[in-house]
């Protein structure tokens, strides 16, 4: 099934959906986003997903230009579009359209709203248990990690920057501490604790990150949130990204180093089939909003 695209209150394809340049998210990155999974055609963890979208919104004074009654239809609706089985949803809202190229954003702009729909099969059994490459790299990013901007340069590089290392993905270190993946959230495993950084301005609340911690407490799965240094990557029996496209996967190489025996863990594989066992979505027409 065909990836499909709504822009202002039409459905359209994604290579017809066009933004006029003077929309200041295509001038400054002045937007927002979310990416929401789905599994057999119903969305997973939906009302976490918006709540995020309404708070990124909130911390641009962006006023949210949908209900979430309106949301949920319009999304409902990319996903039937799109064939209902499992995909993956992007949605973005803009400040909007100006007349003139100004920083200062004047009141009362029209907001931008787009989304998209595409079919997504999950990653390959054969690359899970293959499980990622990471290399660190230095968090040069703004003060506000926690909105979740499309204002998104520092994480591209990095991500470029692992690529051309012929890695995966790029664990962010600010300060000797560690962040976040570059478009993930990380999970270390040290003498037998699982630990994630802690929610701050430093990191994106990851609703994958919450999920798996959630797993945890109702598995008995020790684990903290706190603080990671750089060098406890070095001790980790193993290492975790998360993300709503990656699930939770397993880093086993680190800078050219093996994690462990460079083989995914026993306690990945634990989360990994309590995610599987736990992912079912909640249909769009059964979301509570909040
Ligand atoms: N990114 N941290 C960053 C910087 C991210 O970009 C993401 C996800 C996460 C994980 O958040 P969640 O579990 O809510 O997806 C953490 C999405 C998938 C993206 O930009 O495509």
Not at 10 to 24: I, K, N, Y
Not at 58 to 73: F, G, H, Q, T, Y
Not at 219 to 246: F, T
């Amino acid at each position: 099934m065909a990836e499909t695209a709504y822009l202002n209150g039409e459905f359209l394809t994604p290579e017809t959906a066009c933004v006029p340049v003077m929309d200041r998210g295509f001038l400054f990155g002045d937007s927002c986003y979310e990416v929401i999974p789905v599994y057999d055609g119903q969305p997973f963890l939906l009302d976490a997903h918006l709540d995020r979208f309404a708070r990124s919104l909130a911390a641009l004074d962006i006023a949210d230009p949908m209900s979430r009654e309106v949301w949920n239809e319009v999304l409902g609706e990319l996903v039937q579009r799109c064939g209902a089985g499992d995909a993956l949803i992007y949605a973005q809202v803009t400040r909007g359209i100006s007349a003139i190229r100004d920083h200062a954003a004047v009141s009362g702009l029209k907001p931008t709203v787009f989304a998209m729909a595409k079919p997504f099969p999950g990653m390959a059994a054969a690359d899970i248990e293959r499980g990622l490459t990471a290399i660190t790299l230095e968090d040069i990013r703004w003060q506000r990690c926690d909105i979740k901007a499309t204002t998104l340069l520092a994480n591209v590089l990095a991500r470029k920057q692992a690529a051309s290392e012929g890695a995966d993905e790029a664990i962010l270190i600010r300060d000797g501490r560690v962040t976040e993946g570059a478009a993930s959230n990380v999970f270390v495993v040290l003498n037998g604790l699982v630990v994630t950084p802690p929610k701050t301005n430093e990191i994106l609340a990851g609703i994958t990150r919450d999920f798996i911690l959630e797993l945890a407490a109702g598995d008995g799965i020790p684990y903290a949130e706190a603080s990671v240094d750089a060098g406890d990557l070095e001790q980790a029996e193993e290492i975790w990204i998360s993300s709503s496209s990656k699930e939770v996967m397993p880093v086993v190489r680190l800078n050219a180093r093996l994690i462990g025996d460079g083989k995914p863990g026993a306690v990945w594989r634990r989360v990994r089939d309590l995610f599987s066992a736990h992912r079912s979505g909640t249909a769009f027409t059964e979301q509570t909003g909040s």
